[in-house]
T-cell receptor
Framework: SAVISQKPSRDICQRGTSLTIQCQVDSQVTMMFWYRQQPGQSLTLIATANQGSEATYESGFVIDKFPISRPNLTFSTLTVSNMSPEDSSIYLC?????????FGSGTQLSVL | SQKIEQNSEALNIQEGKTATLTCNYTNYSPAYLQWYRQDPGRGPVFLLLIRENEKEKRKERLKVTFDTTLKQSLFHITASQPADSATYLCALDSYSDMRFGAGTRLTVKP
């Protein structure tokens, strides 16, 4: 099973600033997934990050707001740009192995 | 529109009893269904996967059923323990399109 290190685990940010979240996987994976989990709601897929190509964003999410990097097969970052209080949420990275998803521990983001 | 509903936001049961969690879906044809456990401040952890052609799956004290006619999955934890307290998520996958329910928060009281 994949082990994913995600950081930071939490942060409190000011409106208008940006935060970059990092995920490191202990094995090489083709795709990495970024999710948002708002309080009391289901996990929502933001985008899929493939190494060597642009990320694929889901409806309602755009690259300018959530730029993603995928420099190699074990690492990815998600940036939450120009933050507003509505961006307060848990952000999770994930990889798939054998039909199962493995998740990082999440980043609890609070925007003031 | 596609919808996944988990029976309730919270479920409280006594230690030793069987916890039953429900996942209903509409306008969806999943190839398989998964259950995950999520503890506060942690990412979800995979528990069980059941395919559309399977009726039941077991793993230790866990049992999952999948009824594609009723469009429902039941997740059972037998002989529940306080350590089973967590949020449980169901996820439906129709090949590269995985969607999650909002989860049920289970509390097992000693």
């Amino acid at each position: 099973s994949a082990v994913i290190s995600q950081k930071p685990s939490r942060d409190i940010c000011q409106r208008g600033t940006s935060l970059t979240i990092q995920c490191q996987v202990d094995s090489q994976v083709t795709m990495m997934f970024w999710y948002r989990q708002q309080p009391g709601q289901s996990l929502t897929l933001i985008a899929t990050a493939n190494q060597g190509s642009e990320a694929t964003y889901e409806s309602g999410f755009v690259i300018d707001k959530f730029p993603i990097s995928r420099p190699n097969l074990t690492f990815s970052t998600l940036t939450v740009s120009n933050m507003s209080p509505e961006d307060s949420s848990i952000y999770l990275c994930s990889v798939e192995q054998g039909e199962k998803l493995f998740f990082g521990s999440g980043t609890q983001l609070s925007v003031l | 529109s596609q919808k996944i509903e988990q029976n309730s936001e919270a479920l409280n049961i006594q230690e030793g009893k069987t916890a039953t969690l429900t996942c209903n879906y509409t306008n969806y044809s999943p190839a398989y269904l998964q259950w995950y456990r999520q503890d506060p401040g942690r990412g979800p952890v995979f528990l069980l996967l059941i395919r559309e052609n399977e009726k039941e799956k077991r793993k230790e004290r866990l049992k999952v059923t999948f009824d594609t006619t009723l469009k429902q999955s039941l997740f059972h934890i037998t002989a529940s323990q306080p350590a089973d307290s967590a949020t449980y998520l169901c996820a439906l996958d129709s090949y590269s399109d995985m969607r999650f329910g909002a989860g049920t928060r289970l509390t097992v009281k000693p």
